[in-house]
């Protein structure tokens, strides 16, 4: 209490009674708990309140003087804590932290390859600008060739995007490709997210196997179907065109899209007048997905060429399970296909490594005026670390149209993405 003594010390009224005490050299100066003359201050006066012209504000003063107020200068501190209903304010650190994906999750940046990106991404992880890309390195061995050591990149992808509150808009190009521009589009929407419209060049809406993103797909490529139905013949794929879009997840997750896109190329490379797609989905429960696509070339002409499908997938826990049966007209004749893949993510520790083995079958008929059939059986195990990693190893037995009998082709694919 010394500068509360220093502050308003009274004149001393009243001696010491008793006898004088002593100063010990050995006690600092205090006797008994009571400081000595040099201190300023004796029992008695340590225990009597101010006198004379000293008030209440000569104490408050003291006490402030005495006890130092701790944090930054010229900042009220308040003794007590928070003040009482005012959150505090999350950390730093906290504010950065994102929520770390799962091994085998489907996250996706980019709209062209999953549509439902943005709107599956919370608020807080959304940048104005992003940036992604992807490089898939692969190394197989094909019994069609004898077995001879292929190296090759199937995809060197980059891209940007861009997220406001009525608008998305996107560009990938694919170093690797022939065809450099995969998608360039902007999609508008309303407030709630409902109702859609995109312009430009991306997927029609036909195929699940097609819509899918190769990212999340188990398999290495998307398999014989829609490989013979997109590439060959024309049937869906990246387009330029129209699209409009309704999703309603209050009735049971309904989402419906059409659109008109520009037409394919005939055999002199001539182009062909406009298509037509739509698809509708439901999720009757939050592990189902069914659905149903169509696509038909030169929808306002004589149509010789569409197809029509009807897929399902059921996913629970780490087990995958999709399914699609199509049908259609081709200029050979009608045709059927159905494809099947399942899948098992297990996850390895409490890390972010997972193994993912896979099995899959397709198969494919011809039943005009040329009949033909073709089929593939596949089986792989995939080492997943989050989602910016995957080492794939793949064996496929297949008879691809054009082939004479079913070989062999065995397959490893290292793959990232940022």
């Given amino acids: 209490m010394p500068a509360l003594a220093g502050a308003g010390t009274p004149a001393r009224e009243q001696e010491v009674s008793g006898t004088e005490t002593t100063e010990d050299t050995l006690s600092g100066g205090v006797v008994d708990g009571v400081e000595g003359d040099e201190g300023g201050v004796t029992a008695d006066a340590a225990t009597e309140g101010p006198t004379g012209d000293d008030t209440g504000e000569g104490m408050e003063e003291a006490l402030a003087e005495a006890v130092p107020v701790k944090g930054v200068p010229g900042e009220q501190v308040s003794p007590v804590g928070p003040v009482p209903g005012k959150a505090a304010e999350p950390s730093a650190e906290k504010k950065g932290k994102k929520k770390k994906a799962k091994p085998g999750e489907a996250r996706s940046e980019s709209l062209g390859e999953n549509p439902d990106a943005v709107d599956d991404t919370p608020e807080e992880e959304l940048a104005d600008v992003r940036v992604f890309g992807r490089v898939y390195a692969r190394a197989s061995a094909d019994e069609r060739q004898k077995y001879a050591r292929s190296l090759s990149i199937p995809s060197a992808r980059v891209g940007v995007s861009t997220s406001l509150s009525n608008l998305e808009a996107e560009v990938t190009a694919d170093l690797a490709d022939n065809s450099l521009l995969k998608d360039a589009f902007v999609r508008l929407s309303d407030d709630s997210k409902r109702f859609r419209l995109y312009g430009g060049q991306f997927k029609s809406p036909f195929l699940q196997r097609t819509l899918e993103s190769s990212w999340d797909l188990p398999i290495q490529g998307r398999g014989l179907v829609e490989d013979y139905l997109t590439d060959v013949h024309q049937l869906g794929g ?118 993912q083995p896979l099995a899959g079958f397709e198969a494919l008929q011809l039943r005009g005026d040329v009949e033909g059939k073709g089929h593939a059986l596949v089986g792989g195990l995939n080492l997943l670390l989050g989602d910016r990693f995957k080492a794939q190893f793949q064996a496929e037995r297949a008879l691809r149209p054009g082939d004479e009998t079913a070989a062999l082709e065995y397959s490893l694919q290292l793959a990232t993405r940022f």
């Fill in 238 to 355: 990246r387009r330029l065109g129209l699209m409009g879009e309704v999703r309603l997840k209050g009735v049971w997750g309904l989402k419906v899209s059409a659109g008109v896109f520009e037409g394919g190329e005939d055999e002199t490379g001539m182009r062909l007048k406009e298509d037509a797609a739509a698809r509708v989905s439901i999720r009757p429960f939050k592990a189902l997905t069914v659905g149903m696509s169509g696509y038909v070339a030169e929808a306002w002409d004589v149509a010789k060429r569409n197809a029509y499908s009807a897929d399902a997938e059921l996913r629970l826990g780490g087990l995958a399970l999709a399914g699609e049966a199509v049908m259609g007209r081709l200029p050979l004749g009608p045709f059927t296909a159905q494809l099947l893949l399942t899948h098992y993510t297990l996850p390895v520790g409490s890390g972010q490594w997972a193994l």
